[in-house]
């Protein structure tokens, strides 16, 4: 029987992830299906129009990790 390989978090991260937990973060803070629905789709608009690099530069993702 062969196991199979569990994957680093590195290799599974994508869009899809990205939006699946802001899907659930948002159901656990009790945001309604609506709600979580208008959020993702526009998570898949910014994706497409703004890079990685300047989506990790706005300012609540720096004082998320500790920078002012």
Not at 7 to 20: F, I, T, V
Request: include cysteine; hydrophobic fraction near 45%; glycine fraction near 6%.
């Amino acid at each position: 029987m062969k196991i199979r390989e569990r994957k680093r978090p590195a290799e599974l991260w994508n869009a899809a992830a990205c939006m699946g937990y802001t899907a659930i973060a948002m159901r656990r803070l009790g945001f309604g299906l609506a709600t979580v629905w208008n959020v993702v789709a526009e998570m898949h608009s910014c994706m497409d129009e703004i890079s990685i690099e300047d989506a990790a530069t706005q300012p609540i993702i720096r004082n998320l990790e500790g920078e002012q």
